[in-house]
């Protein structure tokens, strides 16, 4: 009968480090035994010499999963697979916050090692999922489930981008956009998220395809499972590489907007000034003092001069109007 919890003086003492029977879906304590799933949550130096104990840990491995700076990537030791996956933390929220988790698998004892130095929100998702399994759960198992649910933040986050985008897009021409430079934050800031998101992607799968790579050689199921992950991830790459284009071609529409706008103001400008132009030079020749100007002493001068102005100026308006310059 599996030792209950309670009674195993290390786990009793630890909340960071729990395991789960994969035959029987339910928790026990930590022993030597196949087909378990550990995980670990920011172990303190004594947990990892009794955890050792139990799973062998190759120090570069342990190493990398304790920095918390490391970028995902997969290497093949000799006391087990290693694969780090970083993934987004608030895919909803557009942010550029990670998390990661690292896997140790033991093919031979069909055991996997979760280790993380914070909490995962996927993760014990994927905990609580197994608990209502009917049982026989293998370790592929475990690794699809958390592989795919941490790939879905990455989609969480390409359907946002997009909404995102296409509220930009209505933004670039509406009239009422009518600061520039809010508009240009908004678009560079979203750019900066996605190329943070792109390149995490970008590492995922290039991990993921080499840890379905050398599986295959292992289980082919195993494999199957894996390649299905890299997949997606390649999907996710793709479509944060047409995101990636979509804001570029924005901004250049943006401008082309901006500059189209402008040109109109430009053209109104100039052409009530080219109205205003024989306005001006009648009045001044009028305004000129010369002692002989017959205009200015008859009675009808002042309507003469009302009339020149608006003829004049509605011939212009007319004219430009009947050529659709105005």
């Given at each position: 009968?599996?030792?209950?919890?309670?009674?195993?003086?290390?786990?009793?003492?630890?909340?960071?480090?729990?395991?789960?029977?994969?035959?029987?879906?339910?928790?026990?304590?930590?022993?030597?035994?196949?087909?378990?799933?550990?995980?670990?949550?920011?172990?303190?130096?004594?947990?990892?010499?009794?955890?050792?104990?139990?799973?062998?840990?190759?120090?570069?491995?342990?190493?990398?999963?304790?920095?918390?700076?490391?970028?995902?990537?997969?290497?093949?030791?000799?006391?087990?697979?290693?694969?780090?996956?970083?993934?987004?933390?608030?895919?909803?929220?557009?942010?550029?916050?990670?998390?990661r988790i690292?896997?140790?698998?033991?093919?031979?004892?069909?055991?996997?090692?979760?280790?993380?130095?914070?909490?995962?929100?996927?993760?014990?998702?994927?905990?609580?999922?197994?608990?209502?399994?009917?049982?026989?759960?293998t370790a592929?198992?475990?690794?699809?489930?958390?592989?795919?649910?941490?790939?879905?933040?990455?989609?969480?986050?390409?359907?946002?981008?997009?909404?995102?985008?296409?509220?930009?897009?209505?933004?670039?021409?509406?009239?009422?956009?009518?600061?520039?430079?809010?508009?240009?934050?908004?678009?560079?800031?979203?750019?900066?998220?996605?190329?943070?998101?792109?390149?995490l992607a970008?590492?995922?799968?290039?991990?993921?395809?080499?840890?379905?790579?050398?599986?295959?050689?292992?289980?082919?199921?195993?494999?199957?499972?894996?390649?299905?992950?890299?997949?997606?991830?390649?999907?996710?790459?793709?479509?944060?590489?047409?995101?990636?284009?979509?804001?570029?071609?924005?901004?250049?529409?943006?401008?082309?907007?901006?500059?189209?706008?402008?040109?109109?103001?430009?053209?109104?400008?100039?052409?009530?000034?080219?109205?205003?132009?024989?306005?001006?030079?009648?009045?001044?020749?009028?305004?000129?003092?010369?002692?002989?100007?017959?205009?200015?002493?008859?009675?009808?001068?002042?309507?003469?001069?009302?009339?020149?102005?608006?003829?004049?100026?509605?011939?212009?308006?007319?004219?430009?109007?009947?050529?659709?310059?105005?």
């Amino acid at each position: 009968m599996t030792p209950a919890i309670s009674k195993h003086p290390f786990l009793a003492v630890n909340a960071g480090i729990r395991v789960k029977c994969l035959e029987q879906c339910s928790d026990m304590a930590l022993t030597r035994s196949n087909r378990i799933w550990v995980d670990v949550e920011n172990p303190s130096p004594s947990d990892l010499e009794e955890l050792q104990k139990y799973l062998k840990l190759n120090h570069l491995a342990l190493e990398d999963a304790l920095e918390t700076g490391q970028w995902s990537r997969f290497e093949v030791y000799p006391e087990h697979l290693f694969l780090v996956f970083r993934t987004l933390a608030e895919p909803e929220d557009l942010t550029d916050r990670t998390e990661r988790i690292s896997v140790f698998w033991y093919p031979e004892l069909e055991t996997v090692l979760t280790f993380r130095n914070e909490p995962v929100t996927y993760l014990e998702s994927v905990w609580k999922e197994i608990d209502h399994r009917a049982g026989n759960v293998t370790a592929i198992d475990v690794l699809y489930a958390v592989l795919d649910r941490g790939t879905d933040t990455f989609f969480t986050f390409l359907d946002e981008l997009e909404s995102n985008t296409d509220e930009l897009e209505e933004r670039a021409f509406s009239p009422l956009t009518v600061r520039s430079s809010e508009f240009l934050a908004d678009v560079f800031a979203l750019k900066h998220v996605m190329i943070h998101a792109r390149r995490l992607a970008s590492g995922a799968r290039e991990s993921v395809a080499q840890f379905s790579r050398h599986a295959n050689g292992i289980n082919n199921a195993s494999a199957m499972y894996l390649r299905d992950v890299s997949d997606h991830l390649t999907r996710i790459y793709d479509g944060l590489d047409s995101a990636r284009d979509t804001l570029g071609s924005l901004l250049d529409v943006h401008l082309s907007v901006q500059s189209n706008r402008m040109n109109e103001v430009m053209k109104t400008l100039t052409t009530v000034s080219t109205i205003f132009l024989p306005l001006t030079f009648l009045a001044g020749v009028w305004g000129m003092n010369f002692k002989v100007m017959p205009e200015l002493e008859q009675p009808w001068g002042y309507a003469l001069a009302w009339g020149s102005f608006i003829t004049a100026g509605a011939l212009f308006a007319a004219y430009f109007k009947w050529r659709k310059w105005w």
